[in-house]
């Protein structure tokens, strides 16, 4: 993936030309967060890949809780992506073939996570195996809510690159 590829550069450009309400709800799609959205933006345009990937996580670094939240309730539970939904089918393609066994674990372990943070258990998933998920999710259950919301923000700026990305290099295309 360069940013300086022909294609990245007429996706970003028809990023940053398209009209708000179609840039805004395309964000939207990258990251639930209103607050993150609006910040973009207000940004636009942008010279380069690198350069909106700066914003966002300059954006990501000043959410609120309620911010982070917001952008959280865009992500379904890992091991159940949401149906018709092939981005988080495709980010979540480790747990695919994933033993019935872990599949369920998984689970279990998601919903004592949810009952303690109060919030589905964020990890970028993209490129991870199931069984590293599940390592991370037991060993991030024993976090302080503070620890945990800080993971789930740097988590939020690792998917919010890909997708980004992904919007860009596909851009031509939508």
């Not at 990245?8 to 709800?25: I, P, Q, V, W």
């Not at 495709?90 to 004592?112: H, I």
């Not at 069984?131 to 809510?145: F, H, P, T, Y």
Request: glycine share 8%; aromatic share 4%.
């Amino acid at each position: 993936m360069t940013s300086g590829s022909s294609a990245t550069y007429r996706g970003l450009t028809r990023f940053n030309t398209s009209d708000e309400s179609t840039a805004a709800a395309e964000l939207h799609e990258v990251c639930a967060s209103s607050a993150w959205g609006s910040k973009i933006l207000a940004q636009r345009p942008f010279a380069s890949t690198e350069s909106l990937f700066t914003s966002s996580d300059a954006a990501m670094a000043e959410l609120t809780a309620q911010d982070l939240a917001e952008a959280m309730a865009g992500h379904p539970p890992i091991g159940r992506p949401k149906p018709g939904d092939p981005t988080s089918s495709r980010e979540q393609r480790g747990m695919s073939g994933a033993s019935e066994e872990l599949k369920a674990e998984m689970l279990e372990r998601n919903l004592a996570y949810q009952d303690r943070f109060g919030h589905v258990f964020l990890i970028c998933a993209t490129g991870a195996t199931a069984e590293q998920m599940l390592d991370a999710l037991k060993a991030r259950i024993g976090n302080s809510a503070e620890q945990e919301r800080e993971i789930v923000r740097t988590e939020l700026g690792k998917i919010n690159r890909i997708r980004l990305a992904r919007l860009v290099e596909e851009g031509d295309n939508a």
